[in-house]
């Protein structure tokens, strides 16, 4: 079926790291829930499935044929509406489609294997939760060390939240007139208060690109009303692209907000993305914000700081994928970086908000700890790592530190 040849194309560029995940889910979800589906689930399992694989086959296979075997555990793990010999069957008709007929009689065995004897999980009980929760074992041993294991447990083995969350573009409606729009285009919605989950379908294209609404987490709008923005304020966006935090932001109070990142082409994701919500009050630097000599004229520095993204991973499943314990010193000591030249853009009185999207203690508390050390100047007035709760809730951290007069 072609729909098993684009999970193929999708997860072999995903692995092969020859495509953002991000756009690569995203040409998912241009072809069907089906194919949508199948991707984020081995993507979501993917822990789990190398763990089955390493159990049932004595040699490593070549990478294509571990997709298509990870492909297959998916449909005969959980997709109901498929029989098992028909997803066999689709796997084995999907290699010959690909010219690797050869292996049919491999992944056969191995598939009736899986469904006779299935794979026993590991003793060791971080090694059990990693298999059964799909999540590495570096991040869980992480997990278990700062939250304990009964808390680690609990928000690792959620279902993930599969709506999105929506909001509307105060410049041109209201969060009311958003929900009947919504209605009239027979979109079903659940309003968590400052906007709408919904099922990101083909219904709710022409708001969007008409500029009424917007995709942004429930998380991401709360981090931005931390930083109580007033009329008047001057607000410097360290790491801003594409853009949604600084928009936002611009939409809470009559303010000038200057949007920075290193790379050219992401500042002009963010025009783009300001020119679709009709956001004029937006300026635009392409510099680093670890080193640029900034004045200190502003009232409040958003750093929302480049990171792991693990409190995130439930709705970016290829997060994990790209993840290596030994990234959380370089990712600690550019966060690091960000903030202390941060310090010098914000006026007496100002203030920092500090934020990431990982629940990892290295990467917020640490860094927030380190830089009050060498900060005298600065207060902490606000720190808490936020867990993902399963109910749309994603996982992030926030901190506000205020300069003193």
């Not at 999970?7 to 998912?28: N, T």
């Not at 999907?94 to 050869?102: F, I, N, S, Y």
């Not at 008409?210 to 931390?226: D, P």
């Not at 360290?238 to 990142?261: M, Q, R």
Request: aromatic share 10%; charged share 25%; glycine share 8%.
């Amino acid at each position: 079926m072609k729909e098993d040849l684009y999970i193929y194309d999708i997860l072999s560029d995903i692995y092969k790291g020859e495509s953002y995940g991000e756009r690569a889910l995203g040409r998912s979800r241009a072809k069907g829930a089906f194919v949508t589906r199948t991707v984020y689930g081995v993507l979501e399992r993917d822990t789990h499935y190398e763990y089955v694989i390493g159990k049932l086959v004595q040699k490593r296979p070549k990478p294509y044929a571990v997709i298509l075997l990870k492909m297959g555990f998916y449909m005969l793990d959980y997709m109901d509406s498929v029989p098992d010999y028909a997803a066999v069957n689709r796997i084995l008709d999907c290699a010959q489609e690909l010219g690797k007929g050869a292996i049919k009689g491999f992944l056969n065995a191995v598939f009736q294997r899986y469904l006779k004897d299935g794979v026993k999980l590991p003793k060791s009980p971080a090694e059990k939760l990693s298999v059964t929760a799909s999540v590495p074992l570096w991040i869980v041993n992480k997990y278990i060390s700062q939250y304990g294991w009964e808390r680690a447990e609990e928000f690792l083995c959620r279902e993930p939240f599969t709506k999105q969350h929506i909001r509307h573009n105060a410049r041109r409606t209201t969060h009311a007139e958003l929900g009947k729009m919504l209605e009239i285009a027979g979109v079903g919605y659940e309003d968590s208060g400052l906007g709408y989950f919904v099922d990101w379908g083909e219904k709710l294209y022409s708001l969007f690109k008409q500029g009424y609404m917007t995709m942004q987490s429930l998380t991401s709008m709360k981090c931005c009303r931390m930083a109580e923005v007033a009329d008047g304020d001057n607000v410097l966006d360290t790491c801003s692209a594409p853009g949604g935090k600084a928009i936002y932001l611009g939409e809470l109070a009559d303010i000038k907000v200057t949007c920075c990142d290193i790379h050219e082409h992401r500042v002009e994701l963010i025009k783009a993305y300001a020119g679709r919500m009709g956001a004029d009050n937006l300026e635009y630097k392409v510099c680093d914000c670890a080193v640029e000599p900034f004045k200190p004229v502003y009232d409040v520095v958003l750093c929302d700081v480049p990171c792991s993204g693990l409190g995130v991973a439930a709705s970016k499943p290829d997060i994990y994928l790209s993840r290596k314990r030994e990234d959380l010193t370089a990712l600690s000591q550019k966060q690091s970086a960000i903030l202390n030249n941060a310090a010098g853009a914000v006026k007496n009185g100002g203030k920092i908000i500090y934020s990431t999207c990982t629940t990892l203690k290295e990467e917020n508390f640490d860094v927030v700890s380190e830089f009050l050390r060498t900060h005298i100047n600065f207060d902490l007035e606000f720190s808490n790592q936020f867990l993902p709760d399963g109910k749309g809730e994603e996982g992030f951290y926030a901190a506000v530190l205020r300069r003193k007069q």
